[in-house]
Structure formats: C-alpha cells, structure tokens
C-alpha cells in the first residue's frame, strides 16, 4: 500500500480506481445476477452514467487549475476521456449486441424512431477522433488544430446531455419524471463551459486572486 502511494498520487489512484473498479463491479454483478429484472437495460444505463461523468469529470479539469492554480487534473484529463471513451464504446456495444443481437435492420429502424439515439450516435462518432489523437505523438503531428479538433468536447457534452435526459423522458416545464439527475449534470457541464469564456475567467481569476489576497494578509497579521 505504502509502496502503490509512493508511486502514484491520490488523485491517479482514484481516477484510475474508479474506472476500473465501476467495470469490475458491473460484471460481477451481470454474472452474479445482481443487475435488476432487466439486466441489459441496467447495464446500458449505468456504462451511459459511468461515460458522462467521466466526461464531466474530464471537463471539470480547466477549470479545477484556473480556479485554484492546481496543476494536477491537467495530467489526468486524458486518463478520464478515454475512460469515458471506454464507458461509451461498451455503452454502444451493449445496445448493438446484448440488447439487439446484432439484427441491423432492428438497430436502424430503432434510430429512425427515436432521435435521442441519433443525438448519442453523434455524440459517440465525434469522441471517436477525440480518444484517436488523445496521444502525445498526434498533438505534436496535429499542432495548432489538435487545440481545435479537442474543443469539439464542447459541443459533444451539450449533446450526451441531451441524450440523457431525452433518454430519461422527464418534462422540464411540467416538472415531471426524472429531471433532477439530467438537470444537475447539465447545470454543472454549462458551469464547466462558462468559466472556459475568457471574460468570465478573468474576473474568476481575479475574485481568486483577491480572496487569495485576504487570506494571506489574514494569515500575516495572525502571525505578528
Ligand atoms: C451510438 C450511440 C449511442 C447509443 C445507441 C446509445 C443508446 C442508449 C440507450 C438505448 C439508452 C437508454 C437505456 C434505457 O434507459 O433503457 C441510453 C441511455 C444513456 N446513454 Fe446512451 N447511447 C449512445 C451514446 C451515448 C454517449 C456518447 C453517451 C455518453 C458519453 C451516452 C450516455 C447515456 C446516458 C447517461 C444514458 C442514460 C442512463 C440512465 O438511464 O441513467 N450514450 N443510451
């Protein structure tokens, strides 16, 4: 134990714990038969749930360093993409092969009748180059339009969202179903996008750094 917190950092162990320990748990339950009366449809819930969070954890990196000049969720952003990129392609294999049995005609009049699977199809297909050029060798071979290609992070958060809550089938003007969850995480993916527009950023920054400014005088004057 002593030896695994020399080598890794909290935050490593965690990520890399949680990933790992959520898929682990799904499939223990899936043969121990502990996923509910429809395990399929628990299984595709949660691999969708595990994605989107890894997503927005994976977002929530930015902004974690500008708020509080943390450098460390800037190395681990990567680690929590491809999770989330993981999560989702399993998310998709479940859908085609456990809950469709790959009968192809089935899957394609299923995204005919419901949009909110071609939102996620979207959303899948534009991760796809996303997790590809994740690696060091395609941000040095991409230059400026790896920064590029990677905001489309972007547009693909707004869109899961919509696929959850779609997915969910709540109404937000009535009030009804299951709005809360969809709601939260789109609120804080909408925060996460907010600080990332330089206006707003900088007067965080500067907030940051007057609060900063009292502490330390505080502390000073504690000390005398
Ligand atoms: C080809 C692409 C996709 C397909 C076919 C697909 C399919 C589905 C289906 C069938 C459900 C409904 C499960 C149910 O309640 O019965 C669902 C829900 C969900 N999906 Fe996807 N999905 C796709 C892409 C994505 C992506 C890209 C993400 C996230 C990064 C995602 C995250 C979710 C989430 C969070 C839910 C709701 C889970 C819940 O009910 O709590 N999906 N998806």
Not at 61 to 86: I, S, V
Not at 146 to 173: E, M
Request: a positive charge.
């Amino acid at each position: 134990m002593k030896k695994l917190f020399s080598r890794y950092t909290p935050l490593q162990i965690a990520v890399h714990g949680y990933a790992w320990s959520a898929l682990a748990m799904l499939v223990f339950q899936f043969f121990t038969d502990n996923l509910t009366a429809n395990p399929i449809q628990a299984l595709e819930q949660r691999t969708g749930r595990h994605a989107l969070t890894l997503l927005v954890l994976s977002l929530a990196c930015t902004p974690l360093h500008t708020l509080f000049q943390w450098n460390e969720p800037l190395k681990r952003r990567r680690a929590l993409g491809l999770y989330a990129f993981m999560y989702v392609t399993i998310h998709v294999l479940i859908f085609l092969d456990l809950d469709y049995g790959l009968a192809w005609s089935f899957v394609f009049r299923e995204f005919i009748e419901k949009p909110r699977l071609i939102v996620g199809l979207l959303a899948f297909l534009l991760l796809i180059p996303l997790a590809w050029t994740s690696f060091d060798i395609w941000k040095a071979r991409l230059g400026k339009n790896w920064k590029r290609l990677h905001k489309t992070v972007y547009l693909i958060a707004p869109l899961v969202i919509l696929h959850y809550a779609w997915s969910k089938k709540g109404d937000l003007f009535a009030l009804q179903g299951e709005i809360v969850r969809p709601l939260i995480y789109g609120l804080v993916v909408v925060l996460f996008l907010a600080l990332r527009i330089p206006q707003v950023r900088k007067t965080v920054v500067s907030l940051r750094d007057r609060v900063m400014g009292q502490v330390r005088k505080r502390g000073s004057a504690a000390s005398i």
